[in-house]
């Protein structure tokens, strides 16, 4: 592992891990480890498909209590990403845990100049319904989108 994080390194590459399994008791061991060989930042992630019926303030984000715990476990940046969709849920978490950026897939997919829009206050909620359709779509194109 040490071999291949300086191998990296030398070629002036990010390491960024996405842990499929991050979510677990496994997987903050391996965070651990991974921390502790200098990886540059850990994505808490889950495994298998995006799930579905996100609401914005019903159930976003629903790995971010995890990630925030995480922080505390690890000296690494620690990013999360899965069913964030509202601007203040967005806020609170960035001003209330130390994770260090949010990461965003189907939104940007429903609506690509979303965070544009967000930071010019457009709109405060993405368009998304989180209906997965967009998995089997031509392209993954958001099937709402014109
Ligand atoms: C069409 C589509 C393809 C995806 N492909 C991958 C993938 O190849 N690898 C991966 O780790 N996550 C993949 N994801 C999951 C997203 O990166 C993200 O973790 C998930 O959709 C939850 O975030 P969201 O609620 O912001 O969409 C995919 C998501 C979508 C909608
Ligand atoms: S098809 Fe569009 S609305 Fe449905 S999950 Fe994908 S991006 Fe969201």
């Known amino acids: 592992m040490k071999n291949i994080f300086e191998q990296v390194k030398l070629r002036n590459l990010t390491v960024k891990n996405r842990l499929m399994r991050s979510a677990t008791w496994e997987g903050v061991a391996i965070?651990?480890?991974l921390a502790r060989e200098g990886i540059d930042s850990i994505e808490v992630s889950g495994n298998g498909t995006s799930v579905s019926g996100i609401r914005?303030?019903?159930?976003?984000?629903?790995?971010?209590?995890?990630?925030?715990?995480?922080?505390?476990?690890?000296?690494?940046?620690?990013?999360?990403?899965?069913?964030?969709?509202?601007?203040?849920?967005?806020?609170?978490?960035?001003?209330?845990?130390?994770?260090?950026?949010?990461?965003?897939?189907?939104?940007?997919?429903?609506?690509p100049n979303f965070p544009a829009m967000l930071e010019k206050g457009e709109t405060s909620e993405s368009k998304c319904v989180s209906c997965n359709a967009c998995y089997s779509s031509q392209e993954h194109r958001c099937i709402f989108r014109k």
């Open 56 to 111: 914005p303030h019903v159930n976003e984000g629903y790995f971010a209590k995890f990630a925030a715990k995480l922080t505390k476990d690890v000296d690494t940046p620690v990013i999360v990403v899965v069913g964030l969709r509202s601007r203040d849920v967005m806020e609170n978490l960035l001003n209330s845990t130390d994770i260090a950026l949010l990461s965003l897939s189907r939104p940007l997919l429903r609506e």
């Open 31 to 33: 965070c651990k480890m």
